[in-house]
């Protein structure tokens, strides 16, 4: 297996391309060069960084190591699902939802190939682990994010129906059941719009990888449906587990609509 | 108004109790009192002063202390739907969850005599519920509550969006479940309304209500 390998020089050259940008935006008064600069250095900055960590991880092998990664990955990720959120759950459940069913989700998934399909030696070795998890976790957190968005805005919004169908005596799942198929809906579409679109529109990223990377195109296929196997199986269970946990804390025992549990809007 | 003629009254022949309330307490409203079955209290006050966050509060739709007991029973020891479902709460602009009129009922057929005598047609089932009017709506809600069979009915402006001739009706139709042993809170703004179905008159005023004297 060959490969052509760069060196940052190398980049130099594409990265005017983006340099590029920056002058388009500032011809244009679109006033996104302050933005563009900060994203491409927080891109470079945190890539080389990460280059480092996994070759650290890799050489260490190490349970520990490998688990605390995974954490900080999480972490960072449901930070991703609150930032996308226009109105959050209050208290600890503000992270936390977000952050357990990530955990859930992707861990889950991610253990489950390793274990069944990938056997690598040892079972949570970084250089299979890291990366599947974090791809899985990607998707997982749009998945979540979308599904709390729609269903946070969907009881405010349809606060009167939901109300009036508990009035009646409907028990609480009834009276949502409603606005959490909309927030699922919304979870799943991101996944199954990629899945549809794949290998028409987009070759994904990581089957790209492997073909420049010298893998036979039908090796890296194989790879690709099993990661996107993964992907919508960890986005299904994520974005389930955080809209029933969601619909679950913004009602109560007594079957009450707790619009007091959400924060108010962002940016107010 | 030969419709007012069949609630309870005076307070003399008032029936059991059905539903009692002490010291229920929500934000700034609190209230202690028992409602009877077969009457009708009428209950007044200004715009903002309390009078849907205490109906809201005895049908357990808002987070609420006190003890409060339906035939004897306290709250706390049955289901909440249940609970609703005896106490019914029906808000002066009822809330819809699914397309059609026909999805809101459990069982149309019984609706159908209710949606007639309201002067709607039976064919409104299949109607989207979007094309109704405030009126309609209103009035299906009623209906909505009404199909349950109540103890006690929490009506919040029931009359609001609707014509003299429909209002009517509705008094009429409330009477008929006072006079079969329902107890009926019955908030609205019109006094002359209070008078006609209230068999016994409350007024609210900073948050605590007060009985009139009949």
């Known amino acids: ?268 | 108004m030969p419709y007012a003629a069949s609630y309870a009254h005076p307070q003399s022949n008032r029936g059991l109790v059905v539903l009692t309330i002490e010291g229920l307490r929500r934000l700034h409203v609190s209230a202690s009192f028992d409602v009877h079955s077969g009457e009708c209290i009428a209950l007044q006050g200004a715009s903002g002063v309390g009078k849907s966050l205490l109906l809201r509060a005895i049908a357990d739709l808002d987070v609420n202390e006190g003890i409060l007991k339906l035939d004897g029973v306290l709250r706390e020891s049955m289901p909440a739907p249940l609970w609703r479902k005896k106490v019914t709460y029906v808000a002066a602009e009822p809330g819809w969850w699914a397309e059609t009129v026909q999805e809101h009922f459990p069982a149309w057929s019984e609706a159908i005599p209710l949606i007639e005598k309201l002067g709607l047609p039976v064919a409104c089932g299949s109607w989207d519920i979007r094309r109704l009017s405030t009126g309609e709506k209103q009035r299906l809600g009623l209906v909505r509550a009404l199909v349950l069979d109540s103890r006690v009915l929490l009506l919040d402006e029931p009359t609001s969006a609707l014509d003299a001739n429909s209002t009517k009706i509705v008094e009429s139709m409330i009477a008929d479940r006072a006079s079969m042993g329902a107890g009926i809170i019955w908030s609205t703004h019109d006094k002359a309304q209070a008078q006609r179905v209230g068999s016994r008159l409350f007024i609210m005023s900073g948050g605590r209500i007060e009985e009139l004297p009949p």
């Open chain 1, 1 to 268: 297996m060959t490969y052509i390998q760069l060196s940052y020089g190398d980049l130099i050259l594409p990265a005017f391309l983006v340099v590029m940008n920056g002058a388009l935006s500032i011809a244009l008064h679109l006033r996104l060069e302050k933005q563009l600069a900060i994203a491409t250095a927080r891109m470079f900055i945190q890539l080389v960084l990460v280059g480092y960590v996994l070759t650290f991880l890799f050489a260490a092998v190490s349970p520990f190591w490998t688990a605390l990664a995974a954490v900080v990955m999480v972490l960072f990720a449901s930070r991703e699902i609150v930032a996308r959120q226009k109105r959050r759950l209050m208290g600890v459940w503000t992270y936390g939802l977000g952050a357990a069913c990530t955990l859930m989700a992707a861990g889950t998934v991610t253990i489950f190939s390793l274990l069944t399909q990938l056997h690598p030696d040892p079972w949570y070795h970084p250089r299979y682990a890291l990366p599947l998890l974090g791809m899985i976790l990607g998707n997982t957190m749009t998945g979540i994010g979308l599904g709390l968005d729609v269903l946070t805005n969907g009881l405010v919004r349809e606060r009167a129906a939901v109300e009036a169908h508990l009035a009646l005596g409907a028990t609480r799942y009834q009276a949502l059941l409603p606005v959490i198929r909309d927030a699922l809906r919304s979870g799943f579409m991101p996944t199954i719009n990629g899945m549809a679109a794949i290998g028409l529109v987009s070759l994904p990223g990581m089957m790209t990888g492997q073909i420049l990377a010298g893998v036979e195109p039908a090796d890296a296929v194989k790879y690709q449906l099993l990661i996107m196997f993964l992907i919508a199986g960890g986005t299904g269970l994520g974005t389930l587990a955080a809209v029933i946990g969601g619909g679950y804390r913004l009602t109560d025992h007594r079957h009450r609509l707790r619009l007091d549990r959400i924060s108010s809007e962002l940016g107010t």
